[in-house]
């Protein structure tokens, strides 16, 4: 079977956002979700799985049929009963988010539970994604697990992207955080990540020194910076590539996420690095000017060709 499909893997959780009043919106977000989202409506021909693990409670289950009725599939991600989904959420002051999170017993933390499941669900991919936060939620014996399936992904000719996306109150140290990353880097062939994450973690003084220093683990690197320009290094050759800005956002939840997708879709479409930036740019522009980390089809598509 020829490998045509992309994976993500990590955790969706319900999002309540919104808020009116004492009323709230809910949703179903989370960061390697997002970048599936967007990858998946810039990707429409190619299958999407987001691969996790599930409970069996009403909310797990509005959530995988929320999968299904925009074209997402969940492979062979364990149900497991009596599990439930994490949850978070948005507050805003102005288009800046805040974030807070009931987490902590998750299905998703489970996602590598079954070996043999996770590399089922990982096979004949094109691209699998997953990021810093897939690895934070895992205990160690389950980070290794994840690792191993990925690069046996890999090793059968997936591509592999990662971000690093660094978030301190999931990681028991900084300590762990950095070689836990450095592993996952080791085993991609694109990296993504977020200078001030970046700075945070490993003390990089500019997007060029975090460049610089991944380039000896991975071949492809997009530092991105918010508004500023992001730094893309291909083999070790630097350039960068200006940001779109945007005079008023309305939310910036998932900004980073959809620049994610934005730039794997522009990849597998056969676009070079820089102008996958650029699309990848426009992508992240327009989501910024809608509400939620989950834009409509329509106008992530819009973006991705302007």
Known sequence: MAANGVASIGECMLELSGQAGPNWRLGFAGDTFNTLWALHALSPDRPATYVSAFGDDPFSRDQIGFFAQNGIGIGNSPVIAGA????????????????????????????????????????????????????????????????????????????????????????????????????????????????????????????????????????????????????LAVSGALQTVAAVHVATPVDTTGAGDSFNGGYLAARLAGHAPAEAVRRAHCVAAAVVQVRGALAPFDVLRTAFEG
């Open 84 to 231: 439930r989904p994490g949850l978070y959420a948005i507050t805003l002051t102005g288009a800046e988010r805040a974030f807070t999170y009931w987490r902590s017993d998750a299905a998703a933390r489970q996602l590598a539970s079954d070996p043999a499941a996770l590399a089922k669900s990982l096979e004949n991919q094109a691209l699998v994604y997953f990021s810093g936060i897939t690895l934070a939620i895992l205990d160690e014996t389950a980070r290794k697990t994840l690792l191993a399936a990925v690069a046996k992904a890999r090793a059968a000719g997936s591509l592999v992207a990662f971000d690093p996306n660094y978030r301190p109150r999931l990681w028991p140290n900084r300590e762990t955080a950095q070689a836990a990353i450095l592993e996952a880097v080791a085993v991609a062939d694109i990296a993504l990540p977020t200078f001030p994450d970046e700075q945070m973690l490993f003390g990089d003084e500019t997007p060029q020194a975090t460049a610089e220093r991944l380039g000896s683990l991975v071949g492809e690197i997009v530092v991105k910076n918010g508004e500023q320009p992001a730094v």
